[in-house]
T-cell receptor, first 113, second 111 residues
């Protein structure tokens, strides 16, 4: 079984550029989570979806961040414009709503220069 | 909202010794408590979990205990090995969906 698939694995770009991170949840999972991990702040939940609908986006740091889930098998996290402080590892995770555990993707290591 | 505190932030043990990591949670309605292991540069992976109707669960060298009255749960690793070196995260949830994570414990097992 394929796990949660994220792309790209690594992204290096200059500040001010738009960044798009992608996630494909495990087939049959209808809850999807975006996390950001840094040394200073640990593992932070940014936003999560149930059945493609955003449920809680209170962790999204500011308006430069947006996330969408156009269908059950795809989600994007966009940063526009990007800033150096956005540098982090971004994880996507999924599960069946109300069922544990959450399964994590391999993450995207983002570096904003 | 739920708050999870994890201690210690770093733990160093000798190979073969036991390691214990503790977490406390704030919401008495929390009913599921997973532990994730994250090796350097890799994704968090579930190693063991426990539900609120159980006080202890064991899987080979790993065990988790839950004290609902005190609202804390602990991870116990016995006979530690160098490959146990990683960051360990506890978490809790009430909704069965969204997890609240602790800040992590860097475990180092010295050969």
């Amino acid at each position: 079984d394929a796990g949660v698939i994220q792309s790209p694995r690594h992204e290096v770009t200059e500040m001010g550029q738009e960044v798009t991170l992608r996630c494909k949840p495990i087939s049959g999972h209808n809850s999807l989570f975006w996390y950001r991990q840094t040394m200073m702040r640990g593992l932070e939940l940014l936003i999560y979806f149930n059945n493609n609908v955003p449920i809680d986006d209170s962790g999204m740091p500011e308006d430069r961040f947006s996330a969408k889930m156009p269908n059950a098998s795809f989600s994007t996290l966009k940063i526009q414009p990007s800033e150096p402080r956005d540098s982090a590892v971004y994880f996507c995770a999924s599960n069946r709503q109300g069922h544990q555990p959450q399964h994590f993707g391999d993450g995207t290591r983002l570096s904003i220069l | 909202g739920e708050n999870v505190e994890q201690h210690p932030s770093t733990l160093s043990v000798q190979e073969g010794d036991s390691a214990v990591i503790k977490c406390t949670y704030s919401d008495s309605a929390s009913n599921y408590f997973p532990w994730y292991k994250q090796e350097l540069g890799k994704r968090p992976q579930l190693i063991i979990d426990i539900r609120s109707n159980v006080g202890e669960k064991k899987d080979q060298r790993i065990a988790v205990t839950l004290n609902k009255t005190a609202k804390h749960f602990s991870l116990h690793i016995t006979e530690t090995q160098p490959e146990d070196s990683a960051v360990y995260f506890c978490a809790s949830t009430t909704s069965g969906s969204r997890l609240t994570f602790g800040e992590g414990t860097q475990l180092t097992v010295n050969p």
